[in-house]
């Protein structure tokens, strides 16, 4: 396979928002974009020069032109797409939260395994130069054994009870949307989680509007997390080390320097721009994975998605929020 060839499934704001990272991505082509509606995938493909448009997300999972689908809907609508895309054969590169169920992210990586197609998460932070940096600097042992990881992500959002961040049929809450941000840094660092304790404050929609998480990894490292969308927060996380730490400079989420602490010794700052909006970094992964013939990124490996989810559904059930699964209409 020389080039991989990509389509996107949804239109809305992160599909519009990555759509020009394929650019920088070697090997990559943005081949297709699929829409419910018609106009919408038209209207997409004329402003970011993608060649075709679908108005069915059925014609796009369907074509023989598309190796890998981005899927970019709301939570509860990532798992149909995903299986629908891996029982074609075409590997899927699945927006985070990976699902709104654990149940269904398990669907979605037993069908992956079986079929033997090519899975991730979108998660881009694990994949953006300076959090590889922060990965080698734990690696070499330069801030002693990770013990523990502290961070917000606040993100202030007007509440508007029918948008998807506020709503509970499309997945809404702090909790699938943010949370999974700190939790998946915890989860890079310190490994499995034993213990889970959370706690929520909830909006009239039912779905949190800020939580707080307290882990206890399978190691003893401690992670104190907090996230909301009624505040405003800087965004900081720290890695704790015994021989000092590393702060992944706000917002941590999409940083490009870190400052690394070691006892007795002047912080040592490194520094790495993302190349475009920083979501080339996950592309340019899946297209090399996929041209290896892998099936998995050994940087975001699903069982480390697994685990997230995990961690995500009983925070979410401490919290007294469920959430359940769509079906997807394909067209
Ligand atoms: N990595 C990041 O930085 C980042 C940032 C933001 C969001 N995300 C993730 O990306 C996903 C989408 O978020 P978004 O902010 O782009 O959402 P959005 O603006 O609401 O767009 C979601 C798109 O999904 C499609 N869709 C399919 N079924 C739908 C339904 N029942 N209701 C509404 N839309 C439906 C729609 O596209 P069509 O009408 O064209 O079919 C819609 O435009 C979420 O899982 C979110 O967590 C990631």
Known sequence: MTTVRWGIVGTGAI??????DFQFVPGAELTAVASR?????????????????????RELLDSPDIDVVYIA???????DVALAAIERGKAVLVEKAFTATLAGARQVVDAARAKGVFAMEAMWTRFLPVIAAAREVVAWGRIGDVVGVQGDLYAFREYQPDHRLFSRELGGGAILDLG??????????LGEVKEIDCRARLYP??????????????????????FGFDGYGPGRLIVVGTKGWIEIEPRFHHPSMITVHRNGVLPRIIEAMPTGRGYSH??????QRIRE???ESPTMPLSDTLEVMRVLEKCLR?????????AVDLG
């Open 282 to 287: 996950e592309f340019a992964e899946v297209t």
């Open 37 to 57: 509606t018609w106009a919408k995938a038209r209207d997409f493909a004329a402003e970011h020069q993608v060649p075709k448009a679908f108005g069915s997300y």
């Open 318 to 326: 401490q919290s007294g929020v469920t959430h359940q699964e769509a």
């Open 73 to 79: 809907t709301p939570h509860p609508q990532h798992r």
């Open 293 to 295: 013939g892998a099936t």
């Open 205 to 226: 929609s039912g779905v949190e509007r800020a939580a707080t998480v307290n882990l206890v990894h399978a190691g003893e490292g401690l992670s104190s997390l907090t």
């Open 15 to 20: 599909a519009h928002g990555v759509a020009g």
């Open 180 to 189: 999974v941000y700190p939790i998946n840094v915890a989860q890079a660092f």
